[in-house]
């Protein structure tokens, strides 16, 4: 029974030496975060610093990202991330001055060869989360690793959300004021303001031209009635190959079209528009009678002939299509 008693009492002793000992090492490297000479929060690791941090046993969560800035690696990424990890590091500190559980820090390749070479590191930025491993199940202690995302706009926000998920440590980020570009802002709305004030006297004809905004209007209307918005959102293809072997720039039905169709229809549209112009405004003002007639014929037979052609073309999208109209029958 004292034998008993004299292993439990020696277990309890273990137990809590064990976590003195994880406690003093773990107020080791958060004081050495917190007078780092990088980014204040993070601690620059080395191989041996590296081992130390991420050791089991663990009572705390660490981060760290292994990177190689150095210019001879031609690491552009690394160049671009670090200084989101920086802001990550130090948004953190700014929260949790005693860091509470989370250590942060970067292994760079020069000083940390050895440990690429230990994880079978080929590559870098990576980014990696090593859990506590006195807590939770076997699978919840593995490291994980975090997928990089390089057109991401604000990285570090990215990566504070993936540690909240991934940890209990609620990590937000505190980006400094922009003064850059308010001043930029404020810079571009006066230049704006002083080029329309100086120019305006010269724009001012073309601003109320009413026959600026007439062609403005019908090219808008052009674009929009001969389906260009549609080629747009459906990512139709251009032209296709015809069953014969041939192009077939006429898709099948009302619902469908390709990309020439669309261009073609614009221009009969465009030139039909042009022909109506053409017969209510410029035909009245032609003096001599017969040139009058000739021309009104000319313009008379172009809408009959395109609008035998637009007939046409809804006859190959539909072969149901019951009108006609001469000299283009399909």
Request: hydrophobic letters at 45%.
């Amino acid at each position: 029974m004292r034998l008993l008693n004299l292993l439990a009492a020696c277990a309890s002793l273990l137990s809590v030496t064990a976590a003195q000992k994880n406690a003093n090492k773990y107020q080791t490297f958060a004081d050495l975060a917190a007078s780092s000479k990088g980014s204040k929060g993070s601690i620059i690791l080395n191989d041996q610093l590296f081992a130390e941090v991420t050791v089991p046993p663990r009572n705390y969560t660490t981060v760290v990202l292994f990177t190689a800035l150095d210019q001879r690696f031609g690491c552009v990424l690394c160049r671009e991330f670090q200084p989101e990890f920086d802001l990550l590091a130090s948004s953190w500190h700014q929260d949790h001055p005693k860091s509470d559980g989370l250590l942060i820090g970067v292994l760079d390749f020069t000083v940390g060869k050895a440990t690429f070479q230990r994880l079978g590191m080929s590559t870098a930025p990576i980014l990696m989360l090593f859990p506590p491993t006195t807590t939770g199940s076997a699978s919840e202690q593995m490291p994980l690793k975090y997928d990089f995302n390089p057109n991401d706009p604000q990285p570090a926000d990215a990566l504070a959300r993936w540690i909240s998920q991934n940890s209990k440590h609620a990590v937000a980020i505190h980006r400094p004021f922009n003064y850059v570009k308010l001043f930029s802002f404020v810079a571009g709305i006066i230049g704006v303001a002083t080029l329309s004030r100086l120019a305006y006297p010269y724009l001012a004809p073309a601003l109320y031209s009413r026959n600026l905004w007439a062609a403005l209007s019908l090219v808008a209307v052009l674009l929009f009635t001969s389906g260009h918005m549609f080629n747009h959102i459906r990512k139709v293809p251009y032209v296709v190959q015809g069953r014969n072997g041939g192009v077939s720039y006429i898709a099948g039905g009302f619902s469908n079209q390709f990309g020439l169709e669309t261009q073609i229809v614009a221009v009969v549209y465009a030139v039909l528009a042009f022909s109506s112009i053409a017969l209510c405004l410029k035909m009245p003002r032609i003096e001599n009678s017969g040139k009058q007639k000739i021309a009104v014929m000319a313009w008379n037979l172009v809408l009959l002939v395109l609008f035998s052609f637009l007939m046409s073309i809804f006859k190959m999208k539909n072969g149901s299509y019951p009108f006609f109209l001469p000299p283009l029958i399909a």
